[in-house]
């Protein structure tokens, strides 16, 4: 087999980011992004896919940057009606957003894969990369605390992700689609978006033959922990109370372990990671040039290494 892609792994915000500047500077038959599907869930009647719509609403450039999530410019009309009948209003559905919900279910209903469907939305949203769920079947990532277990939004929205994490887990035998392990053995490169690794790549990884398919393939890693900081997410006390070890660049390292062959981090967080190949240069991505400038630097670093052409 001809190994032509790069495979790209990510959860939400700062997964989508890097993927908006890969996406401008890759081919769009030689980059697919699988994401994670662990965080999905069913409100108000409708199939939520967060870090599919995060992803699409990226790529399209339609995404509300400031907020992390949703439509730019969205209004919440529909929210403040269903508070209005004394409906559930922890998680917020935007009025233009509820389009994606709404058609995601009613194709899904219709007997359409995730797949399928994504394909078709992205479709609508004029993204030529392949935006690829993890999973056609239901994977729920499930968080355990001292007083129960939570389903992901439910602890990291309803509950501001406050309860300390004591486990995690994923409800469901879901399998990888057909789409996804055919792009991995396609794989020239994969790349591991700045996501979280416990509840956003770690239920990519779990699938059944993804591991496999990682093996023999260079694996390179951005950190999604900046100078022993972790943005706006739950990881810093995640990598604390799950990994018992502090927020760094290094921690990531080791929590991916013999997976990766190389890792980007930002400049200052190289010490001590236990791989030949780190790139120390500016990660964090605040604007769209910042995104193309990463995703600039983190290619150039993949030809110096012979990974990709
Ligand atoms: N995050 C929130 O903090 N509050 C919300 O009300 C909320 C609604 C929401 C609706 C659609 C969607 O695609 C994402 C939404 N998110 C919301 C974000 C989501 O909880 C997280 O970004 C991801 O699950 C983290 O990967």
Same mark, same amino acid.
């Given at each position: 087999?001809?190994?032509?892609?790069?495979?790209?792994?990510?959860?939400?915000?700062?997964?989508?980011?890097?993927?908006?500047?890969?996406?401008?500077?890759?081919?769009?038959?030689?980059?697919?992004?699988?994401?994670?599907?662990?965080?999905?869930?069913?409100?108000?009647?409708?199939?939520?896919?967060?870090?599919?719509?995060?992803?699409?609403?990226?790529?399209?450039?339609?995404?509300?940057?400031?907020?992390?999530?949703?439509?730019?410019?969205?209004?919440?009309?529909?929210?403040?009606?269903?508070?209005?009948?004394?409906?559930?209003?922890?998680?917020?559905?935007?009025?233009?957003?509820?389009?994606?919900?709404?058609?995601?279910?009613? !194709? +899904?209903?219709?007997?359409?894969? $995730?797949?399928? #469907?994504? @394909?078709?939305?992205?479709? =609508?949203?004029?993204? *030529? &990369?392949?935006?690829?769920?993890?999973?056609?079947?239901?994977?729920?990532?499930?968080?355990?605390?001292?007083?129960?277990?939570?389903?992901?939004?439910? !602890? +990291?929205?309803?509950?501001?992700? $406050?309860?300390? #994490?004591? @486990?995690?887990?994923?409800? =469901?035998?879901?399998? *990888? &689609?057909?789409?996804?392990?055919?792009?991995?053995?396609?794989?020239?490169?994969?790349?591991?978006?700045?996501?979280?690794?416990?509840?956003?790549?770690?239920?990519?990884?779990?699938?059944?033959?993804?591991?496999?398919?990682? @093996?023999?393939?260079?694996?390179?890693?951005?950190?999604?922990?900046?100078?022993?900081?972790?943005?706006?997410?739950?990881?810093?006390?995640?990598?604390?109370?799950?990994?018992?070890?502090?927020?760094?660049?290094?921690?990531?390292?080791?929590?991916?372990?013999?997976?990766?062959?190389?890792?980007?981090?930002?400049?200052?967080?190289?010490?001590?990671?236990?791989?030949?190949?780190?790139?120390?240069?500016?990660?964090?991505?605040?604007?769209?040039?910042?995104?193309?400038?990463?995703?600039?630097?983190?290619?150039?670093?993949?030809?110096?290494?012979?990974?990709?052409?």
């Amino acid at each position: 087999m001809t190994r032509t892609q790069l495979v790209y792994l990510s959860g939400g915000v700062g997964g989508a980011r890097l993927a908006h500047g890969l996406a401008r500077l890759v081919a769009a038959d030689r980059l697919s992004c699988i994401v994670n599907t662990g965080d999905d869930l069913v409100h108000w009647g409708l199939h939520v896919s967060p870090d599919l719509d995060t992803m699409m609403y990226t790529l399209a450039d339609v995404a509300d940057v400031e907020r992390g999530w949703g439509l730019t410019g969205e209004t919440f009309e529909a929210l403040a009606w269903v508070k209005r009948y004394g409906g559930p209003s922890w998680f917020a559905l935007g009025d233009r957003d509820l389009a994606t919900h709404i058609m995601r279910s009613e !194709w +899904l209903r219709d007997g359409a894969s $995730l797949t399928e #469907v994504t @394909r078709r939305l992205c479709a =609508g949203l004029q993204v *030529a &990369t392949p935006i690829l769920p993890m999973s056609d079947e239901r994977c729920e990532t499930m968080i355990d605390t001292d007083g129960g277990t939570l389903g992901f939004q439910h !602890w +990291l929205v309803a509950e501001r992700a $406050l309860p300390p #994490v004591r @486990r995690v887990w994923f409800r =469901g035998a879901a399998r *990888a &689609t057909s789409s996804v392990l055919a792009a991995l053995d396609a794989a020239r490169l994969v790349v591991i978006g700045p996501s979280n690794p416990y509840v956003s790549i770690e239920p990519i990884l779990t699938l059944p033959g993804v591991r496999e398919r990682l @093996r023999g393939v260079p694996v390179l890693a951005v950190s999604p922990i900046v100078h022993g900081r972790a943005g706006k997410g739950p990881l810093a006390a995640m990598l604390e109370t799950l990994g018992r070890t502090e927020p760094s660049a290094r921690s990531i390292a080791s929590h991916y372990g013999e997976l990766l062959t190389a890792m980007v981090v930002e400049r200052g967080d190289e010490k001590d990671i236990p791989l030949r190949a780190v790139l120390g240069t500016d990660t964090l991505m605040h604007t769209r040039q910042h995104s193309r400038a990463l995703a600039a630097r983190l290619l150039e670093f993949a030809v110096e290494l012979g990974y990709w052409t």
